[in-house]
């Protein structure tokens, strides 16, 4: 397992989605709500809107409850959220990236330095971490969507940098403004993607086992469970293995 991508860390999540499924609908709800309310509520018209519909359908969040976020984003005028990003290392020297949401800055930075702390991490300064990562746009599809080869090349024409496909499906990387142009070409070939967004992309994984990695685990997933973060980069890499005998 790979840490930086944010889809293929919901994969190894996805045993404990159905318990946490109240709180990544909140957290999905959150993120339309800011879309809609930062541009139109047409996601037509609001690429922002558009990519947080797809996170939502691609964790199949109802119709109605999508309907619902954006219009609340129009009713909740009072409430301002704010994008921090928090950066910091954890066990191992890997390197750690917490993008949150927050309507009071304090509170958050306050939750996220004491996760790491209490997890064997320590938040550091901005761009500590992220010179390590690139800002990429991703675009994933189901494995069954397209062979491997006829994902690389509908990718290619349709101005894409790389392509990773495996068993769990295909993921696009692109310029992060480039990114819904790519979305718009692929969609005509292999339908809406399961997800699309920006990331942080890491430049190089840092292979970690044993303690070490139930450690990283550990400190992820407390940084993913914390209210007003949204998203988890990180540079590390368990092998499947590793991950069974954790998870056992």
Not at 71 to 87: H, I, L, P, Q, W
Not at 127 to 154: K, L, W, Y
Request: aromatic share 6%; hydrophobic share 40%; proline share 3%.
């Amino acid at each position: 397992m790979a840490g930086h991508s944010k889809f293929k860390n919901i994969q190894h999540r996805k045993g404990a989605q159905d318990k946490k499924r109240a709180k990544i609908f909140a957290r999905l709800t959150k993120e339309i709500m800011v879309a809609a309310k930062m541009g139109m509520p047409d996601p037509d018209s609001n690429p922002r809107l558009r990519t947080a519909i797809l996170a939502a359908r691609a964790q199949n969040m109802p119709k109605d409850n999508i309907e619902r976020a954006i219009k609340k984003s129009a009713d909740d005028g009072d409430t301002v959220y704010e994008e921090v990003r928090y950066e910091g290392f954890g066990p191992a020297g890997i390197g750690i990236i917490v993008e949150t949401l927050t309507d009071n800055r304090n509170r958050t930075a306050a939750e996220v330095r004491s996760t790491f702390s209490k997890n064997g991490g320590n938040l550091g300064e901005t761009g500590s971490v992220s010179f390590m990562f690139d800002r990429v746009g991703a675009i994933e599809f189901d494995a069954e969507r397209a062979d491997a080869e006829t994902v690389f090349e509908a990718a290619i024409e349709a101005g894409a940098d790389d392509v990773d496909s495996s068993d769990v499906g295909h993921e696009i990387i692109c310029a992060p403004d480039e990114l819904h142009n790519v979305i718009n070409a692929l969609q005509e070939v292999m339908g809406e993607p399961r997800g699309a967004d920006i990331i942080w992309r890491a430049q190089n994984d840092i292979a970690v086992d044993g303690e070490a990695a139930e450690k990283v685990v550990k400190l992820v997933e407390a940084l993913d469970d914390v209210d007003d973060v949204q998203n988890v980069y990180a540079n590390f890499d368990i092998s499947e293995e590793v991950l069974q005998q954790l998870s056992a």
